[in-house]
């Protein structure tokens, strides 16, 4: 059974911190890394995609990925209320059909 | 305006029932997905399709079926509902290859009493 583990949260940071979102993964092969951002009562929308090791940076977020350790996360920079959410990280296999989604950590961002 | 569509947004029905939840996209994806979301089980993916007539199980099909007669629709069908598919359910769809970035639908809130 693959696996996905997050940290339900929530994580509390203050506007301007960073806030620091973790992610582990069961299966050695899988091959695609994902972070989705989802708001209350919406449909989850994409955040980062990542797929080789070390990091990855689009504007104020970073995604790192260590396959090694199969651990994958997100740093957002600068934190926003805005950015308070529940994010899911999510894992695919080696063929990109198969994703298994982590039950999402919840980010509250303080003003 | 590119989307995932999704319909009916909000689906109370009764056990054994057969129900049709309909999924369109205008990307010309060719990958399409379907998933459910329950409250501290996150997201599970019931069924995936790669391209029109190919379709496979994801983590949890039972009780569900799909079609793709069309590279744009993908319907998820509930032949005999039951109140364990109360849920809340997301389409999404992506391109070829390996990078399946996936863009989905408003999701559609289902209640079977």
């Known amino acids: 059974q693959k696996e996905v583990e997050q940290n339900s949260g929530p994580l509390s940071v203050p506007e301007g911190a960073i806030a620091s979102l973790n992610c582990t993964y069961s299966?050695?092969?899988?091959?695609?890394f994902f972070w989705y951002r989802q708001y209350s009562g919406k449909s989850p929308e994409l955040i980062m995609s990542?797929?080789?090791?070390g990091d990855k940076e689009d504007g104020r977020f970073t995604a790192q990925l260590n396959k090694a350790s199969q651990y994958v996360s997100l740093l957002i920079r600068d934190s926003q209320p805005s950015d308070s959410a529940t994010y899911l990280c999510?894992?695919?296999?080696?063929?990109?059909?198969?994703?298994?989604f982590g039950p999402g950590t919840r980010l509250s961002v303080l003003p | 305006e590119a989307q995932v569509t999704q319909n009916p947004r909000y689906l109370i029905t009764v056990t054994g029932k057969k129900l049709t939840v309909t999924c369109s996209q205008n990307?010309?994806?060719?990958?399409m997905s379907w998933y459910r979301q329950d409250p501290g089980l996150g997201l599970r993916q019931i069924y995936y399709?790669?391209?029109?007539?190919?379709?496979d199980k994801g983590d949890v099909p039972e009780g569900y079926k799909v079609s793709r007669k069309e590279k744009r629709n993908f319907p998820l069908i509930l032949e005999s509902p039951s109140p364990n598919q109360t849920s809340l359910y997301f389409c999404?769809?992506?391109?070829?290859?390996?990078?399946?970035?996936?863009?989905f639908g408003p999701g559609t809130r289902l209640t079977v009493t």
């Open positions: 299966d050695r092969v899988s091959q695609s």
């Open positions: 990307m010309n994806h060719e990958y």
């Open positions: 399709s790669m391209n029109v007539e190919v379709t």
């Open positions: 999510a894992v695919g296999d080696n063929y990109g059909q198969n994703f298994v």
């Open positions: 990542i797929y080789s090791n």
């Open positions: 999404a769809s992506g391109r070829a290859g390996g990078n399946r970035e996936q863009y």
